[in-house]
């Protein structure tokens, strides 16, 4: 086992350190299966979507055949959209399960979002096979309006935004955060200085992103504990309507510690938007779906949210990298845009340079769009957009919810149930209740290993282990004496001491095995302060 300097690994992000402790887990002194607990990408797909994404290339290659047949076969022409509906239900035999998912989210997009049909399947056809540029850059024109009506039914809890929402897809959640840090600072909506609020426990970039010395933005936490169900209090909400701050940064349900904001929360983001007009926020809502009756907060503040999405959890999709941005028609972003090229005639100036090699009327470009632009430094807009067979797969993900409009989607609670019974075994195998609020998404898990110490061996004990070792020496030990690595708390904003679980990665039975390392490990350490 490699020795590792723990003073050291207390500067490095949590994710780096979490890959050492893989490496030094691979060759644990205990000669154990190594188990990771410490990623985030469940163990489970979504098949009826890729597969009927599969189905869709293979009909648009006999399309393509149509037009030019050379090479021996291996070369084929463009699809044909006149009609090409009739020749995809024909195409396809009703028995058969991928291509009556398909029959399905035809009918359904016909009967209730009313789309042309020979242009949502010429658009899935064309996409998927992959031969041009995604038309308009920003979004393909019904995977947009698809998109939108998942969000709408997965994450508005009642609310109609769908109509007045417009959707970027992008590489992932990551590439989400990456182009709107980017845009919300090339904007002048961010400045150097500028306080932000960011909710912890959080996804570790979120804090480390705003130090960086591109952006050197101000932040300060509002934080959450466990003695509050990780909910923020009334008294952090309270610093929010301040002017001075800017931006709120959320993860909701949080990662770390999976809690969706409850309905005072919410209620309290209301107050925040009413006292501070031009706050932005922005809320990535992945672990979302896993929630009963999830609310966003796009949905209740919608003019001053940036929201952000990603299928990858949900679907098993981290390797397909789908995310996306959406902002409400009417937003605080395009505002304070106009405010600031009103006010200052240098940023008035370096907008109409900047957006009129792609736009004939460079003011009045809209603040998603210039994200677009921007995505691809204004010179490559032209090529710029998600690739249109990942669009195509995100659409596809969100029809097999869509069809089960009004009633429950076996997948999605086939979902939440996986990480239920994960979460319950793991937690019985350390000997103990998990939390079961109706805000835990259950697709994480933290505790405090100090707290655990002290409830399993007394507060002398505590004291002890507290005073004597740290958290990352404990997690260091586990992976390299027992083979388990699990992510540090900490780099996420908790207080030391606390341990995520990922409960999506791993089958049922090695959370039980976890638990029990975890235990055993512990019990190491109480051996210790018996014997000092």
């Known amino acids: 086992m490699e020795s590792l300097d ?16 893989l490496e030094n887990s691979e060759k644990n002194t205990m000669h154990n299966t190594p188990i990771n607990v410490g990623r985030g990408n469940p163990n489970w797909i979504n098949t009826r979507a890729r597969l009927a994404f599969n189905k869709i290339v293979e009909f648009g290659i006999d399309e393509s055949a149509k037009t030019i047949d050379e090479a021996d076969g291996d070369m084929a022409g463009y699809v044909e959209k006149e009609g090409i509906a009739q020749r995809l239900h024909d195409y396809l035999d009703a028995s058969d399960k991928t291509d009556k998912f ?3 989210f035809l009918a359904y997009t016909e009967t209730k979002m009313h789309l042309n049909q020979d242009d949502l399947v010429h658009e899935f056809v064309d996409g998927a096979i992959g031969n041009h540029y995604p038309v308009p850059s920003r979004s393909l024109v019904n995977v947009e309006k698809i998109l939108n009506k998942y969000l709408e039914v997965s994450l508005y809890n009642g609310e109609k935004l769908a109509d007045h929402t417009n959707v970027f897809p992008t590489e992932g959640g990551t590439a989400a955060m990456v182009y709107l840090f980017n845009e919300l600072k090339i904007s002048h909506i961010l400045e150097a200085g500028d306080t932000i ?3 912890t426990p959080i996804f570790t970039p979120y804090l480390q992103i705003p130090e960086l010395s591109e952006f050197k933005l101000k932040q300060f936490d509002v934080s959450s504990v466990e003695d509050d169900n990780w909910q923020m209090l009334d008294a952090k ?3 929010l309507k301040d002017p001075s701050v800017k931006a709120f940064f959320v993860v909701n349900p949080t990662n770390p510690t999976s809690r969706a904001f409850s309905q005072h929360a919410l209620d309290k983001i209301k107050e925040v938007v009413a006292a501070n007009p031009e706050i932005i926020i922005i809320t990535d809502d992945v672990y979302g779906t896993f929630v009963n009756n999830f609310q966003t907060i796009y949905s209740v503040a919608p003019k001053n949210t940036l929201l952000v999405y990603s299928y990858s959890k949900l679907y098993g999709a981290t390797g397909h990298r789908l995310g996306l941005i959406a902002t409400h028609e009417d937003n605080v972003f395009d505002e304070i845009i106009a405010k600031r090229t009103a006010e200052n005639a240098a940023i008035k100036e370096e907008f109409e340079k900047r957006y009129s090699l792609v736009v004939a009327n460079p003011l009045d470009m ?4 210039r994200t677009v632009a921007d995505s691809r430094e204004i010179g490559l807009y032209h090529t710029a957009g998600l690739s249109t067979p990942q669009q195509v797969l995100m659409a596809l993900f969100s029809l097999t919810n869509l069809i089960h409009e009004g009633e429950k989607d076996p997948y999605i609670e086939a979902s939440k149930k996986v990480v239920d019974d994960r979460y319950n075994t793991f937690w019985k195998s350390m000997g103990m209740e998990g939390d079961h609020s109706a805000e835990n998404a259950e697709y994480y898990t933290v505790f405090n290993i100090y707290e655990l110490a002290e409830k399993k061996y007394g507060k002398d004990f505590r004291d002890y282990f507290e005073s004597n070792f740290s958290y990352l020496e404990f997690e260091g030990e586990l992976a390299g004496k027992y083979g388990v690595v699990v992510m540090d708390g900490a780099g996420m904003g908790t207080e030391e001491g606390y341990l995520r679980v990922s409960l999506a990665n791993q089958p049922a039975e090695n959370y039980a095995i976890t638990g029990k390392r975890i235990a055993e490990l512990l019990a190491e350490y109480y051996d210790k302060f018996q014997q000092k």
Do not use: H, P, Y
């Open 237 to 239: 909400f309270e610093e």
């Open 197 to 199: 609020a960011i909710n």
């Open 102 to 104: 398909i029959l399905d």
């Open 6 to 21: 723990i003073e050291q690994l207390k500067g490095m992000s949590n994710f780096e350190v979490a890959a050492l402790f």
């Open 366 to 369: 809209k603040f998603i769009d």
